[in-house]
């Protein structure tokens, strides 16, 4: 790898980066207490990236002929603008593994099969079950011409359930998603997984549509945590804020939110689903404070922005593959405690809704509008929970909503997802305690 | 090739072989100016192997780690259950015919810097406060080859350019942004910078209207974006058998408006998803799957084309890493008779662009989503750009409550196909905001 790098300082590179990925994952599928797939499999991608004067070039191939890339990405470059004057960061030697209980590669895919097939069973007033485990171990490696040289094995592992749930000509459905850093040990929590989802959907069939109002809102660990993400997050991103696709753009010192507001990037918690330990640029993963006591306080980085604003880079330049640019992504985005009680927040809000869960969401960054759709909600009166809701959205606009955050709960956990920007998908975290919003929008049919 | 077919002949076992060869070349635009240019190409190998019905699955990138892969697919084989419904691999009798065109083949990287930066100056000229935010032009070129163990042995060559742009305008600290995504086989349309200009000015200045119900007008993008989700979900016949379906038992039976007609179209060359075989070696065909609102024809692969004994649809799509699943082909609208359905409208939301759209029940059909770009329309004329508003209903609902679909198509690209849609106005839609 050193020789492809050498070569492209050589040919008069300023900058040049090697990232070799190689995956393995196992995959289990079943629908109906049945096998629908039992798979395994491979991959691995190599690519050089380079910067000559002031222009990135990149070149990648599965086979690892590295002095060819160098030769293709330097030829790329020439085809680019003038781009930036790189700050040069010190290197970093390192090497991380996730830490876990179970070594998913310790356990046949037989006996993963077995174990999964048998918390699979359908109960008759369900009339699909669709369950999915998988397992992938994803070691990267990276070097550069600063000197840096570091390894990731990253083991992850997951169980999806997706549940159908009929009465007459009514369909219902629920998914519920348990991913972890980690190995074997998530069969642990598949169980109640797969029983959640089979409730939920179950309860489906008797939840009502919300009428689609402005009213005091509370939501949970998830959607709060979509709220950080889609919300605050992506208008963070500095390489949207440089190209006038935020609304954040010329706010860092002011006043965008409630004092009460406190929202963090955080890329070093080996934990949680978003950990880099280093980005796709060899910048070690951190935390960065977006947003304090309600005041706008940093953007996040990638080498390119940094540079462009005499910035550090924050350990946010993360690329899908070793085919795709790195681009600004978040890492684990969350609210930060506040110093309310669930109970306290529900007797506050009197009556509205609470929306828990995510099934997505979007956001404008430049217009700042968002609408993030709940999983399940609920009506509250006179501070109790009430009946269950189906289809409910929360809406709004950034700063307006930041604003209207009333009351911040000391219940935070972080959840996991994946982040799609540009067309490159990342694992990301997201998380909040309960949070109360008045004058919310909440979308319904 | 050989050396993988000898081994797995070797093995006495029925098999598939599905590859997979790409090469792209690429460039992405960052604040008026092209920051990146990417080249390079990946391979990868898909191996499915059947005994007794039980199905194993492997894939690898590395070729010359083929026996490890297919061990590892005679592995999941043998610990799989028999799948009594499995109806073998493919059979011989197609042929590869399509060939990346003339066109696509000629692209380098200079072409695509060059032509960037002709979108970026031609944008400026119109508006020179427009920035071209984001996105880029890729060009793309794929080989398949499918050999399987029952004498099919298929290969063919696709080449797609693709353009999204992402444009902003920011007036007394206002910022809007639009984007746009152009995608042929052949040549590429460059010339939306006037779209861009006259898109981004039209929403200066947002309003927020009164809540309650409004009639619909979904542009083309956004008609095709709801198709994606519901209609596909629906139509597919794994869906169907599983019971997850609106459109359980309902073959013969009216599901949407009489106006509405759609067909399968996996054949025709100009459009993106068009291919001689699907991806289990299945000829591609066209199939009514609506007429004048009832429902003729679901869409399948092999496997639930033999469940249902109306055979595969040419429907199965996959890449080398997953197994075959069925999708949509090209989706094509019959179109309706209006000129111009602005004109039509009395108090009307025209949506240009939707919010969410990916968050909607593709099962039920409900949907709450956020007027991205969008106008209130009074009496056909446009009154202005609308602020904060979200729509809520049923996809199946507005699908039967049709009043006019435009004559001109619109060939919209989405998830990899071509949605040959129009513009359709729809009674009424619940709105929300402030």
Known sequence: MEEAISLALKKGAEFAEITSVKSSRNFIETTDQKIKELSSGSKELNSIRVLHNGRWGLAYSFEKDLKRLAFEALENAKSSDFSVKLNLQKPVKRKFTTAYKKNPEDYSLEEKKSNILKLCKKPDNISNLKVIYSDSVIKTNYINSEGSDLSYEDVTSGVLCWSFAKKGDKIENFFEIERIKGGYEILERAENCISTAIKKSIMMLNAITPK??????????????????????????????????????????????????????????????????????????????????????????????????????????????????????????????????????????????????????????????????????YEINNGEIGRMLKGASLTGNIMQT???????????????????????????????????????????? | MDEIISHLKKKCVDYEIYSVYSNETSNEIFNDRVSFTASGNAMSLGIRVAIDKKIGFSYTDNLKDYKRCIDAALYSAKNNEPDKDFPGFGTSGVKGKIKPSKEVLGIDSEWI?????????????????????????????????????????????????????????KKDSIIENVGITK???????????????????????????????????????????????????????????????????????????????????????????????????????????????????????????QISKKGSTGNASRSA??????????VIMRPGTKNDLFSECGKAIYARGLLGVHTMNEATG??????????????????????????????????????????????????????????ALFNSITATSG
Not at chain 1, 405 to 430: E, H, R, W
Not at chain 2, 321 to 330: D, E
């Open chain 1, 212 to 377: 689609g109002c402005v009213t005091n809102t509370v939501t949970d660990q998830k959607l709060g945590g979509v709220l950080a993400h889609e919300a605050i997050g992506h208008a963070c991103e500095a390489d949207l804020v440089l190209s006038n696709a935020s609304l954040l753009h010329g706010k860092l010192g002011k006043t965008i939110g409630n004092k009460l507001v406190n929202i963090t990037d955080n890329g070093s918690l080996p934990k949680a689903w978003g950990y880099v330990p280093f980005d796709s640029e060899g910048i070690p993963g951190s935390r960065t404070a977006l947003v304090e006591n309600g005041v706008l306080k940093r953007y996040l980085h990638n080498r390119e922005t940094a540079s462009l604003t005499n910035s550090k880079p924050t350990g946010n330049g993360r690329a899908m593959n070793p085919a795709a640019k790195a681009i600004v992504r978040m890492t684990n985005t969350y609210f930060e405690n506040g110093d309310s009680t669930f109970d306290e927040i529900l007797n506050e809000t009197k009556n509205g809704y609470y929306l828990k869960g995510s099934a997505g969401g979007q956001v404008d960054p430049a217009s700042g509008e968002f609408l993030f759709n709940a999983t399940e909600g």
């Open chain 2, 366 to 423: 409900d949907f709450s989503l956020g007027v991205q770009e969008g106008h209130l329309i009074k009496n056909g004329k446009v009154v202005c750009p609308l602020k904060g508003v979200v729509i809520g209903g049923n996809f199946f609902k507005i699908m039967n409550d049709v009043t006019a679909m435009s004559k001109k198509l619109e060939n919209v690209p989405h998830s990899g196909c071509s949605y040959l849609v129009p513009y």
């Open chain 2, 183 to 305: 995608a042929s086989e052949h040549k590429l349309d460059t010339t939306f910078g006037k779209e861009a200009a006259e898109r981004l000015e039209s929403l200066f200045v947002r309003k927020s209207i009164d809540s309650g119900n409004y009639q619909l007008l979904l542009h083309p993008e956004t008609l095709a974006a709801l198709l994606s989700e519901s209609y596909a979900f629906s139509i597919n016949a794994e869906n169907v058998h599983m019971n997850k379906s609106r459109f359980c038992n309902m073959n013969n039976k009216p599901v949407f408006h009489k106006s509405i007609s759609i067909t399968d179209d996996g054949t025709t060359k100009w459009l993106l998803a068009s291919r001689s075989f699907d991806s289990e070696g299945t000829k591609t065909r066209i199939t009514k799957v609506i007429d004048n609102g009832i429902l003729k024809s679901y869409i399948s692969d092999r496997k639930y084309g």
């Open chain 2, 113 to 169: 810097s060059k032509t960037s930066k002709e979108i970026i100056t031609d944008t400026k000229s119109r508006n020179k406060n427009i920035m071209v935010s984001e996105g880029g032009i890729s060009k793309s070129l794929a080989k398949v080859r499918i050999v399987t163990s029952e004498g099919l042995d298929a290969e063919e060559s696709y080449g797609k350019i693709t353009a999204s742009f992402g444009f902003s305008l």
């Open chain 1, 402 to 445: 930041l604003h209207n955050i009333k009351l911040i709960a000391n219940d935070m956990s972080l959840g996991t997802g994946f982040c799609g920007k540009g067309g490159q998908y990342v694992p990301v975290g997201d998380g909040a305690p309960h949070i109360l919003i008045e004058k919310a929008r909440v979308g319904g049919v």
């Open chain 2, 321 to 330: 890493s997953t197994l075959p699943s069925i999708s949509t082909n090209n």
